[in-house]
């Protein structure tokens, strides 16, 4: 006859064990999620729930080496910084696009949008974004022409766009359009109407 | 444009405010006085910071260099982070470092090290900041030999240090040609900072582990350059070149050779001339002198344009295809332009006229100093097609200050003749029946040159990337170009 303590404490050990063995799943299946995020170099996608809100975004055309207004609707947050954010994604996204007519190397990505004031923007991107950008004068030029108007034109205030790569100054983009210094919206505006015109 | 180090100053006070010892200052004169004083201080700047340069196979780097109770201290874990695998540990006041396999310990607040289970003596104490180890300066010479196990050079006052055969050794030696020309060869390739200045040009090589030759203070049986003079400081080289007449620096053979020699038309000035006043340096105030009675000596010619082959050496800019680079194909297109603008009779500058690296500082200075009445940057893409015209973007923080000239903003007062050559040179691509756009671009160095600049943008006339590199297409271009530009003659001239 088996005393009955031992009985429990089989009983009890086994139902640790069982518990234990469920706690482990569940965590391993955590631990996938988070890598997958974590190397998923894609831009975020813009919240898809809440109200949508009608943007223009400048559209960089390597065909005609132009940049178009395109309007659209998407769901934005109501800060600043976050609205910059989700407006550059969401033209990013265009630009990642299989059928994109600007396309950007893969992983580029922006890694942050910062609004200082007075009317200071400062647009982070990923070494990625830089690294793999095709190198030439227009090429380089639409895209910072584009990165900046739409910010100035969804968000009023912004006078002046600083860019930086991993969050350090660099001299060009890619061996052309200047990074080393402030960009001033009103001479992009300039830049923007010469590149409208083909 | 930089900064240069102010003279040394010195304050003496004003006549008014000497008096005999028999009468005492008064005390709100003397407030005055030590206010007036303490703003002149505090306005003159802040000491320059301390570098060190150390200069290894591995890597070329600068760190600074922190002053302790009167002492000079550097980071021992910044010092060899680029050299290889390192890491470090505090255990209390002990801070054990390691790189590679070699173990070293030292203490805070004591001299007293162990290397590879040797003692060694440091001049001053081991400091710990924030868990950071710092070694007194003067201790690199003892320590890096033990910890690398290797030959290291350390220069303290120049605060430059040389780990391995690393160094670069030059010659100089002028020819005895009409004008003499400074050739110096370097043991490897260099890329000094070149400023000119009012009798003598200045290279400093911070970069590079350029050391002294046989004697600091170089002669030469020259008139024009008769000496020059190699000084080390703050991390950094510095040679320079004494001349009667401006000097310009070329660069070729890979960057192994800089030749230094004065333009042609400087050259022709006899060098007993004394310089032109700055007053009567340009064109228009030479013009307005004419009519008055003293005659006015003539300037010296200077080349009308300065052509500026994009990218070169290490830097190959866009792969136009996969076997043509940007930089060869904007070689060959400098070049064609610098024929057709010499059969228009305007004198022209090739700043790379071989595969050489030149910053884009550097390809503004020496525009800058060869002072033209247009500077041409070449570019190549395989984008789009045709030929794109460019004119600065000048960005907003570079501001023009009273006489100076704010370095990123130095093309501001030239836009509209920038943008007149432009327009001329577009007009010229049109008539040829070759696509042409006219843009502004944040395109440097266009925003640093000091008179007339443009930046050609050559793409391929159809789909087929290949004709970018056709000899015909690119004196087509060449010749258009050229057209423009001296169709332009007159307002580059009145604009210089």
């Known amino acids: 006859m088996i005393a009955r303590h031992l009985v429990l404490g089989v009983a009890v050990l086994l139902a ?137 034109a969804n968000i009023p205030g912004i006078a002046r766009v600083k860019i930086l790569v991993d969050g350090k100054e660099r001299e060009t983009l890619a061996g052309h359009a200047d990074l080393s210094n402030f960009y001033e919206v009103s001479a992009i505006t300039q830049l923007v109407s010469e590149l409208q015109t083909q | 444009m930089r900064w240069s180090k102010s003279a040394p100053r010195t304050f003496v006070a004003p006549a008014s405010s000497r008096r005999s010892r028999g009468s005492p200052v008064p005390p709100l004169l003397a407030f005055t006085i030590a206010i007036l004083l303490a703003s002149t201080l505090l306005l003159s700047g802040a000491p320059e910071e301390k570098h060190i340069s150390v200069y290894s196979n591995a890597a070329n780097y600068s760190l600074p260099v922190l002053e302790r109770n009167l002492t000079e201290y550097v980071g021992l874990l910044e010092i060899f982070e680029p050299l290889g695998v390192v890491s470090a540990k505090l255990n209390g006041t002990h801070w054990k470092f390691r790189y590679y396999e070699v173990e070293s310990d030292f203490t805070a607040g004591s001299t007293h090290a162990r290397i590879r289970g040797i003692d060694v003596e440091l001049p001053s104490v081991f400091l710990l900041e924030n868990g950071r180890g710092l070694v007194p300066l003067s201790s690199l010479s003892t320590l890096l030999p033990r910890i690398l196990g290797g030959p290291v050079t350390f220069n303290p006052p120049a605060r430059r240090l040389l780990i391995g055969n690393v160094a670069v050794h030059f010659t100089a030696q002028v020819s005895k040609t009409t004008p003499p020309k400074l050739v110096m060869n370097f043991t490897a390739p260099v890329n000094p900072t070149i400023a000119a200045e009012p009798g003598r040009l200045r290279m400093v090589f911070s970069r590079e582990a350029l050391v002294a030759p046989g004697s600091q203070a170089l002669t030469f049986d020259s008139k024009i350059i008769p000496s020059a003079s190699f000084q080390e400081s703050n991390g950094a080289a510095e040679l320079i070149i004494n001349s009667t007449l401006p000097l310009m620096a070329s660069f070729s053979n890979d960057g192994r050779t800089i030749t230094v020699e004065p333009p ?44 500026d082959p994009s990218h070169g050496g290490e830097e190959r800019g866009a792969a136009v295809t996969d076997q043509i680079a940007e930089k060869d194909v904007t070689l060959a297109l400098g070049r064609r332009l610098r024929q057709e603008l010499d059969t228009r009779g305007l004198s022209t500058l090739l700043l790379r006229d071989g595969d050489s690296t030149l910053s884009l500082d550097q390809r503004a200075s020496l525009t800058n100093s060869a002072h033209p009445a247009i500077y ?23 501001e023009n200050r009273g006489p100076f000239l704010g370095w990123d903003a130095a093309q501001s007062s030239f836009q509209l003749v920038s943008r007149a050559a432009g327009t001329s040179v577009a007009k010229q691509l049109q008539s040829k029946q070759i696509s042409v756009r006219s843009l502004i671009a944040p395109l440097r160095p266009l925003n640093n040159v000091t008179t007339a600049a443009i930046a050609i943008e050559v793409a391929p006339p159809s789909d087929d990337v290949s004709q970018l590199n056709s000899p015909a297409y690119q004196q087509l271009v060449a010749a258009a170009v050229a057209a423009g530009v001296a169709d332009a003659r007159d307002k580059l001239e009145a604009g210089r």
């Open chain 2, 264 to 307: 042609p038309q400087a050259a022709a000035t006899p060098p007993a001339l004394p310089p032109p006043a700055p007053a009567s340096s340009t064109p228009a105030a030479v013009s307005s002198s004419v009519g008055a009675t003293p005659p006015v000596p003539s300037i010296p010619r200077r080349y009308f344009a300065v052509i």
């Open chain 1, 16 to 152: 640790i064990a069982l518990s234990m063995s469920f706690y482990v799943w569940r965590m391993r299946g955590r631990v996938d999620r988070a890598e997958f995020s974590a190397t998923n170099t894609l831009p975020v996608a813009p919240p898809v729930s809440g109200s949508t809100e009608q943007i223009n975004l400048y559209v960089a055309y390597d065909d005609a080496g132009a940049l178009r207004p395109k309007l659209t609707r998407i769901p934005l947050p109501a800060g600043r910084q976050e609205r910059a954010a989700e407006l550059l994604h969401a033209l990013l996204s265009l630009y990642l696009d299989k059928f994109s007519p600007h396309p950007l190397g893969a992983g580029s990505e922006i890694r942050d949008v910062y609004m200082v004031d007075p009317g200071l923007a400062v647009i982070d991107l990923n070494a990625a974004f830089a690294d793999t950008h095709r190198s030439g004068v227009l090429v380089e030029d639409l895209t910072i022409a584009s990165l900046i108007e739409t910010l100035a």
């Open chain 2, 376 to 398: 041409i940057c070449v570019h190549a893409a395989s984008q789009g097609m045709g030929v794109r015209v460019y004119t600065a973007l000048v960005p907003l923080a570079a």
